[in-house]
């Protein structure tokens, strides 16, 4: 499997700024994905991003919201923007592996981020 | 659409029970199944998976049977022990051009010594 860091782990913002969230990989992947797992809930995608494509986002999420890049096949990252205390939340990004030929996702160890 | 439905938590045992967490599934197809493990203050790991009918995934001690005629991926283990204390996510994946993982609600697993 791919290992996958992501920075900053953990952040205290303070309302109406930005946060931008790293994801790193040590091998090329084609398919990554950003979760949000609200405080003693379970996750939720946010988008998944492709390299060379927009991001794909789901429902009740929104671009300007979350902003995402992918420039290349190892690095994503997640902006969240605006922020407000309702975004406090792990955020984790992860990959599929093996460039589609399987459908296992590993998880980065998640940006605690708590918002004031 | 895609949903899965696990046992409600918080489930405490002592050290050397026996453990289920039973997980059930709505998925159209054939999809993989999956239990992912979230140890206190970090991410999530991959702890086994099951891609086809009557197939057992395995990892650790723990084991988990596909069974599509009950729709169900219960995660069991003989015998716990305290550094199994996490919270437990079943998940599913109905494949294709879409590689969305579906996720229950999770399940906090608390081992006393």
């Known amino acids: 499997s791919a290992v996958i860091s992501q920075k900053p782990s953990r952040d205290i913002c303070q309302r109406g700024t930005s946060l931008t969230i790293q994801c790193q990989v040590d091998?090329?992947?084609?398919?990554m994905f950003w979760y949000r797992q609200q405080p003693g809930q379970s996750l939720t995608l946010i988008a998944t991003?492709?390299?060379?494509?927009?991001?794909?986002?789901e429902s009740g999420f929104v671009i300007d919201k979350f902003p995402i890049s992918r420039p290349n096949l190892t690095f994503s990252t997640l902006t969240v923007s605006n922020m407000s205390p309702e975004d406090s939340s792990i955020y984790l990004c992860?990959?599929?592996?093996?460039?589609?030929?399987?459908?296992?996702?590993?998880f980065g160890p998640g940006t605690r981020l708590t918002v004031l | 659409g895609n949903s899965v439905t696990q046992m409600e938590g918080p489930v405490t045992l002592s050290e050397e029970a026996f453990l289920t967490i039973n997980c059930t599934y709505t998925?159209?197809?054939?999809?993989?199944l999956f239990w992912y493990v979230q140890y206190p203050g970090e991410g999530l790991q991959l702890l086994l998976k099951a891609t086809k009918a009557d197939d057992k995934g395995s990892n650790k001690g723990f084991e988990a049977t596909y069974r599509k005629e009950t729709t169900s991926f219960h995660l069991e283990k003989g015998s716990v022990q305290v550094s199994d204390s996490a919270v437990y996510f079943c998940a599913l994946n109905s494949g294709g051009s879409n590689y969305k993982l579906t996720f229950g609600k999770g399940t906090l697993l608390t081992v006393n010594p």
């Open positions: 992860s990959v599929e592996w093996s460039g589609g030929r399987s459908d296992t996702q590993y």
């Open positions: 991003a492709n390299q060379g494509s927009e991001a794909t986002y």
């Open positions: 998925a159209t197809g054939y999809p993989s």
């Open positions: 091998s090329q992947v084609t398919m």
